[in-house]
């Protein structure tokens, strides 16, 4: 095992403002969808709206690290070891085999994180935005620029915008349990709050696959 | 530190980001202060009647007073005269029928229905004397009648059934000296009454508005701004501002709350927003009728009863009218919310004559015009008042019936309740045929509710409207509204995604947990 300083100081920030956000999105967003009452109607639509416009504040700054950084190769998707990580969530992972792709600082993500996240990126979160946007700015021309777009009708809009937020929900419920697989349960969850994580090194991983030969 | 300090700084210009993009350059108050210093400065009367030398007389006929009242105001019963008070009618516009005079002189209504045939009684709302079914009154200047708008005595009374001219009783000489600016009384003695009672007809105006509290209006509230009719109405040359969107078709000289306030007058940019399509009333006359009950439904078809040969009235417990010989069943209601409707200031108007095609369903009289794709609606609050009215099942057109006479056998319906004689009477006073079949048919008013606007802590909040069981604006499907509208569709898929997703993830760990136990 050796500690390895694997999630930066701003990765972090990022990742957790936005854990925030978009809880806080979901809260005062289903509140006007009219699903439960908590903060009040006129409060949640506006909580909601600052919430929104402070996300996308965060994805333009995330946006402009991952370029900086060269961060944004780590979701270059890839079929590489694909199935095996597949295999592990369904097979291995009751068996205590080791985990297929290796953690490193160069290719966090194994290949299925890299295309949900990819598909997070550059569809869900887009899609949201977008959709958010036109719902503040639909018709009631306060700023003026999105009244020449017309939209006919609001509902295309909302209910796009409503399909997102439960796909989103479903992400976050299943991210959150995946995060438990590390090497041991709280592992990357750690990582993800110091930065640092304990990663297995190659003589390790051998060995580990050796004795799981043995107990076959 | 350093990473703290740029987190820290991160965090900072995010949430200032945020604010700017928010900050609202929509918001333009409306100067309440100086409305209030306005409106405080009531005029003062700047000319006392009373001294006049050409007052100082006993006047035999009220057209003697208009003659004294002409001599130095010479010329203003001209403006008078061109007035739809005066006229009962104006040129509109009707799609589909073009410009026609529209007024109470051939319109129909859901109250006495029309007043052709039936001036004597009904012209006790003219601002004039003894007005002539053939019209030759309009043209006689004497007749205009400026003691029932600039009566300042409370005294003037204008007499039962004496074709808007004044009760003998009235001391001609005492009014004529204490004229003035129009008060709420002047205006009230006719607008509160319409459709023959306090409130039967708006149930936005009725008698409690002679002395209003801030409970019944805002503006008029007597221990506050004190407000007359005519400090919205403006006038000028005695054209009068606002036009009664029931009757006018045109969305033209119409008295709107922008007169006075800003199209944003709000803090909150969200409220803001909602002027571009929600009009001003819609949340700020959250109810109506809260002074006195208004009619809701008018039901001429029991009308003619008799009680050994004679006519006779039924009272409730509240003191409402609910049965009249004369006029048939009455709803009464109080303290109502409004139906909600879009419209873009124009209506169109049955006119008298007009065949209806279905009479299946009720005939509105005034239909609004205006849907959520038209940019110029708004959702106004009305009072849907609904009728059953005497209809030619032949013709079909709606009869207008002969209603008053002086006396029993010239064929009234309040006289001789006789349907058959009435229609036929009626009908040919305006030149319409009548064939001799009578059946009953439903038709609606659409009021549009403007006036007794409620204190801003009784404005309606965001989940009036917006929200699923019970929303005021239940009756408007055409467009979207966030809280009351969604898919069930895609809320029951997006359900069974996420619970699909925590079984999916219990169940796995589940696993998890088991094989481990296993393996120790």
């Known amino acids: 095992m050796k500690t390895v300083y694997i999630y930066r100081s701003f990765e972090r920030f990022w990742h957790w403002t936005q854990a925030f956000l978009i809880f806080f999105l979901a809260l005062t967003g289903f509140e006007v969808h009219g699903s439960f009452s908590f903060f009040g109607f006129e409060n949640a639509v506006i909580f909601h709206r600052y919430a929104a416009y402070s996300l996308i504040v965060l994805i333009i700054f995330a946006i402009f690290w991952h370029f900086t950084t060269g961060e ?45 996240y990819l598909v997070l990126k550059i569809l869900v979160i887009p899609i949201m935005v977008i959709s958010g946007l036109f719902y503040i700015f639909y018709r009631y021309s306060s700023g003026g620029f999105i009244a020449g777009l017309d939209i006919e009708n609001l509902e295309p809009v909302a209910l796009i915008h409503t399909a997102g937020a439960y796909a989103l929900i479903a992400f976050v419920v299943v991210h959150v349990y995946l995060i438990t697989t590390g090497h041991s349960i709280l592992t990357n969850l750690k990582a993800m709050m110091t930065g640092y994580e304990d990663i297995e ?5 051998i060995n580990k696959i050796n004795n799981n030969k043995v107990i076959k | 530190m350093r990473k703290f300090i740029i987190v820290l700084s991160v965090t900072f210009v995010i949430i200032l980001v945020a604010f700017s993009i928010f900050s609202d350059k929509t918001y333009r108050p409306t ?17 006392d009647h009373s001294k006049f030398a050409v007052l100082q007389k006993d006047f035999q006929r009220p057209q003697d007073v208009t003659a004294t009242c002409i001599s130095c105001h010479n010329k203003r019963h001209i403006e008078v005269m061109q007035s739809s008070h005066w006229n009962w009618e104006r040129p509109d516009y009707i799609e589909g029928k073009g410009i026609v005079y529209l007024g109470k002189k051939n319109i129909i209504n859901n109250y006495c229905i029309g007043t052709q045939s039936n001036t004597k009684s009904c012209a006790k709302c003219h601002i004039g004397f003894d007005m002539k079914e053939n019209g030759v009154s309009y043209t006689d200047s004497t007749n205009v009648d400026c003691l029932v708008c600039h009566d300042q005595s409370n005294s003037y009374l204008k007499g039962a059934n004496l074709s808007g ?18 008060t709420r009384d002047n205006c009230g003695v006719c607008h509160f009454y319409g459709g023959g009672g306090n409130n039967i007809k708006h149930g936005d105006l009725d008698n409690t508005m002679f002395h209003p509290g801030r409970e019944i209006d805002i503006h008029m509230d007597e221990a506050g701004p004190n407000l007359v009719c005519i400090d919205c109405h403006k ?39 909602h002027t571009l399509k929600v009009a001003c009333q819609t949340c700020h006359i959250p109810i109506y009728s809260k002074g006195t009950p208004t009619n809701l439904d008018w039901d001429w078809s029991t009308a003619g009863r008799l009680k050994d040969g004679e006519p006779y009235e039924e009272v409730d417990s509240l003191g409402n009218h609910v049965y009249k010989s004369i006029k048939g069943s009455f709803t009464f209601g109080k303290n109502i919310e409004p139906n909600y409707v879009w419209f873009n200031g124009t209506a169109g108007h049955y006119v008298r004559g007009d065949k209806i095609e279905d009479t299946t369903k009720a005939v509105v009289l005034n239909p609004l015009y205006g849907s959520y794709s038209d940019k110029n609606s708004k959702i106004i609050p009305v009072k849907i008042h609904t009728a059953t009215q005497i209809f030619d099942p032949v013709t079909r057109m709606i009869i207008l019936p002969n209603l008053y006479a002086d006396n029993v ?35 609606e ?7 007794q606007v409620a204190p801003k802590e009784e404005s309606l909040t965001c989940t009036n409207c917006h929200q699923r069981e019970n929303s005021r604006l239940a009756g408007l499907n055409d467009f979207y509204l966030p809280g009351r509208d969604y898919s069930s569709i895609i809320d029951l898929l997006g359900f069974l995604l996420i619970i699909a997703s925590f079984a999916g993830v219990l169940s796995h760990g589940f696993l998890r947990v088991y094989f481990a136990n296993k393996q120790k």
């Open chain 1, 201 to 205: 090194d190659e003589n390790e991983l």
């Open chain 2, 165 to 182: 001219t004044p009760d003998p009783g009235v001391d001609l000489r005492k009014v004529a000296q204490s004229v003035g600016r129009p």
């Open chain 1, 72 to 116: 944004w190769k780590q979701y270059l998707p890839t079929t590489k070891f694909l199935k095996a990580q597949m295999d592990y969530y369904i097979l291995g992972i009751f068996k205590n085999s080791p985990h297929p792709t290796k953690k490193t600082v160069l290719s966090k993500l194994n290949p299925l994180q890299r295309i949900t």
């Open chain 2, 235 to 273: 006038t000028e040359n005695h054209q009068i501002q606002g036009k009664v969107y029931s009757i006018a078709t045109l969305n033209t000289e119409r008295s709107n709350c922008e007169d006075c306030h800003t199209e944003t007058p709000h803090k909150a940019l969200i409220l803001n927003e």
């Open chain 2, 409 to 443: 056998g010239e064929g009234a319906f309040w006289k001789d309740f006789d349907w058959n004689i009435a229609s036929e009477k009626g009908m040919k006073a305006v030149g319409l045929p009548y064939s001799g079949k009578y059946s009953f048919i439903k038709t």
């Open chain 2, 445 to 451: 008013m659409y009021w549009p509710i403007n006036h």
């Open chain 2, 31 to 47: 100067n309440a202060v100086v409305l209030k210093a306005k409106y405080s400065e009531k005029p003062a009367k700047v000319v």
